[in-house]
C-alpha cells in the first residue's frame, strides 16, 4: 500500500510533493483535499471515500475561516491513514498515540511557520486581512491580493511536512 521509494532521495520526494500540492491548489482549490491528494497520490493511497470526507474542511471548515486551516488538517488526515487506529483497534486508546504524537508534530510546524493553525490567523498573517470566500466581493478582492498563491505554499509546505513525518516514521518500523 505504501511506497517506501527505494533509491530516491529524500529531498526529491518532499520537493515532489510540495509541487503537486501546490499545484492541486491552484488548479482545485480546497487546501484539505489538495493537500490530501498530494500525499494520498505520493504514497499510492487510493482512497475515494477519505478524500471525500476532506471536502467540507477548506479555508477553516466550510470555508468558515474560524477553524483550523484545512492543508493542516488534509496533512493530518493523510498521517492518520498510514499510523492511525484502526477499527478494530478502536477501543484500545493507546493505538491512537503514534497518530497523535505525528500530528501534534505537524501542528507545532504550523505553530512555528505561522503563529496559529487557525485559518483566519494565518490569512492574516500572510495577507494582512481575512476574507468572507462566500461573499463575492471578497473573494474578488482574496483574488487580488494573491490568496491562491499564498494558499498553495501553505499547502505545499504542509504536504512536505507531512511526508517528512510519515517518511521518518516508516523508516523506524
Known amino acids: ?6 533509491g530516491e532521495k529524500a529531498d526529491a520526494i518532499l520537493d515532489k510533493v510540495y509541487d503537486a500540492a501546490e499545484q492541486n491548489e491552484k488548479n482545485c482549490t480546497g487546501c484539505a483535499q489538495t493537500t490530501l491528494a498530494a500525499l494520498m497520490d505520493s504514497l499510492e493511497i487510493e ?6 470526507a476532506a471536502s467540507g474542511m477548506a479555508d477553516g471548515f466550510g470555508l468558515s475561516g474560524g477553524g483550523s486551516c484545512g492543508a493542516l488538517s488534509g496533512g493530518a488526515m493523510a498521517i492518520g491513514l498510514v499510523f ?22 505537524l501542528y507545532q510546524d504550523f505553530i512555528n511557520r505561522y503563529g496559529s493553525c487557525r485559518c483566519y490567523d494565518i ?3 500572510l495577507m494582512g486581512r ?16 494573491g490568496m491562491i498563491d499564498h ?13 517528512e513525518i510519515i517518511l521518518n516514521n516508516l523508516e523506524e518500523e
Do not use: H
Not at 84 to 96: I, L, P, T, V, W
Open 47 to 52: 482512497n475515494d471515500d477519505v478524500f471525500k
Open 84 to 105: 492511525g487506529r484502526g477499527r478494530k483497534d478502536f477501543s484500545d486508546q493507546m493505538a491512537a498515540m503514534k497518530s497523535y504524537l505525528l500530528v501534534n508534530e
Open 151 to 163: 494558499c498553495s505554499k501553505v499547502v505545499g509546505n504542509s504536504a512536505r511536512k507531512s511526508m
Open 1 to 6: 500500500m505504501i511506497k517506501k521509494y527505494p
Open 123 to 125: 490569512q492574516q498573517r
Open 130 to 145: 481575512t476574507f468572507n470566500l462566500f461573499d463575492p466581493k471578497e473573494l474578488k478582492e482574496a483574488s487580488k491580493l
